[in-house]
């Protein structure tokens, strides 16, 4: 089946810094990503929509400049959280959409921002 | 509002039981609905998918069930193992946007 790596797999940083997360799609072209973050014990939330070669859509009460997404080719994807706080911290998992409308996720990211 | 709810939250059954998931949604509207497995660290997998017209999908020891005009849907397991011991995550698709449920975290004890 299709395959989306999702790098890196956990990150730990100070607050104040960025941090970029890469989702690629390995053995299929994906116009579009979606990428989720889920706090502990709660739904995967939809954040945003990244759609190749266009500016990405984001969710109500979604910070476009503080989660920067792009996604300059059909197989890689990224989101940067700038300026991370101890608050960003969360699991961040991005999906692709395969054959036959099934969803194809990342492995996740655990952000940790000290 | 379109929300998704799984019950129970979490399920601790012996090996070999048959048991039963339950998601429910408000919305059915649906375009379809997925039942994924997330495991601790990993991603996601797919476990099966049901479009709005269909009422089941099966998948070895899996059965999905979608009853649309109640606005529900049930992952049945069948014999259940220890490795099947992992989240479950029922995901209703609206148009281009996949709502998720909390999940029901399964423990399958030997």
């Known amino acids: 089946g299709a395959v989306v790596s999702q790098h890196p797999s956990r990150v730990i940083c100070k607050s104040g810094t960025s941090v970029k997360i890469e989702c690629r799609s390995l053995?299929?072209?994906?116009?579009?990503m979606f990428w989720y973050r889920q706090f502990p014990k709660q739904s995967l939330m939809l954040m945003a929509t990244?759609?190749?070669?266009?500016?990405?859509?984001?969710e109500q009460g979604v910070e476009k400049d503080k989660f920067l997404i792009n996604h300059a080719s059909l197989t890689l994807s990224t989101l940067t959280v700038t300026s991370a706080h101890p608050e960003d911290s969360s699991f961040y998992i991005c999906?692709?959409?395969?054959?036959?409308?099934?969803?194809?996720f990342g492995s996740g990211t655990q952000l940790s921002v000290l | 509002k379109q929300e998704v709810t799984q019950i129970p939250a979490a399920l601790s059954v012996p090996e070999g039981e048959n048991l039963v998931l339950n998601c429910s949604f408000t919305d059915s509207a649906i375009y379809n609905l997925q039942w994924f497995r997330q495991d601790p660290g990993k991603g996601l997998t797919s476990l099966l998918l049901i479009q709005s017209s269909q009422r089941e999908q099966t998948s070895g020891r899996l059965n999905a069930s979608l009853d649309k005009s109640s606005g529900r849907s049930t992952l049945y397991i069948a014999a259940s193992q220890p490795g099947d011991s992992a989240t479950y995550l029922c995901?209703?698709?609206?148009?281009?946007?996949?709502?998720f449920g909390a999940g029901t975290i399964l423990r399958v004890k030997s």
């Open positions: 999906s692709a959409p395969g054959q036959n409308e099934k969803l194809f």
């Open positions: 990244s759609n190749e070669g266009s500016k990405a859509t984001y």
């Open positions: 995901a209703v698709l609206y148009g281009n946007k996949l709502v």
């Open positions: 053995d299929f072209q994906a116009t579009t």
